[in-house]
């Protein structure tokens, strides 16, 4: 799909992104190069992915083979939970390894700060993660940083990930906090449509990023009976009707693979018809799942604010 999409600073998103979590440096690098190959203009990295030096190297690569120019793409990475505290040295080391002058989109990776023990992982003597309590350093805080850095031009665009509604409201209601956030990239599939959170984000005007769009690891989605009658009926793969249903949700799906032929077959959409998009929004209510779930001693996904 070519569809794109508008931010509330103007400028525009291509409706597909190439997910890179869990793909290792030499594996992203020629997934990235083939996605761009393959018509993506949209490749969505992390701090903690450690393959930024893979993507930069692709996408240096690919505007050379092509002439196209850096503004054509839209890249995307997001500031690591150990760095919340210096979030202008954390996306310049980004930039850095990225080998680019801005990205498009920098989101906080997590509503979670942790000590920055040059560590990303950084751990107390008993083994949990240690994390900095919310009175002494919260996503607000973070928040209000990445806003200058975006002011700065290092960032065309802020978001954050993996917020539920309790805490964007509690960010968007704090004074200083000027700037909406462009993007929310949370874990999104028919198993996990987050319905309420969708609505609440558009009307803020706050564009959804769907990552796991099949599911994570082992695609379980395309077992799925419901996406595998409507793959016969369209005529396509299982993996098409859950992108196609987000696409048509105007959400952005970031679809990973390391596998040419899969990388090339998640760009492409089919227009579902209304009713097969409401077959793949009931899909939820028998099979409702969280698959990406990690275990930092906070509550993320509960409905305090303050974790
Ligand atoms: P691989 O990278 O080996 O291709 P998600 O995007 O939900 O995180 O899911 C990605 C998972 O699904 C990865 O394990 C990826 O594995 C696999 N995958 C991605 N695209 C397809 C596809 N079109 N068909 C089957 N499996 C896919």
Sequence with gaps: STKTLKLNTGATIPVIGLGTWQSPDEE???AVLSALHAGYRHIDTARIYQNEEAVGKAVAQYLKESGTSRDKLFITTKLWCSEVQD?????????????LEYVDLYLMHWPVSMVNRGDLFPKTASGTTEIIPFDKWNYVETYKIMQKLYKAGLTKAIGISNFNIPKIDYL??????????????VEIHPYLPQFDLVDYC???????ECYSPLGSTGAPLLKDPALIKLGEKYGVSPACIAISWAVA??????????????????LKVVDLADEDISLVDAV???TAKRLVKPEWGVDIFGDSAKL
Excluded: F, M, W
């Design 202 to 208: 558009t009307k803020k005007g706050i564009l959804v």
């Design 284 to 286: 939820s209510k028998t």
């Design 87 to 99: 979030p202008e040295k954390a996306l310049k080391e980004s930039l850095e390894r990225l080998n």
């Design 249 to 266: 949700r105007d959400t952005i799906p970031l679809p990973k693979s390391v596998h040419e032929e899969r990388i090339v077959s998640n």
């Design 28 to 30: 992203c690098y020629s």
């Design 172 to 185: 968007l209601a704090q004074s200083g906090v000027d700037v909406v956030p462009a993007c929310l990239q």
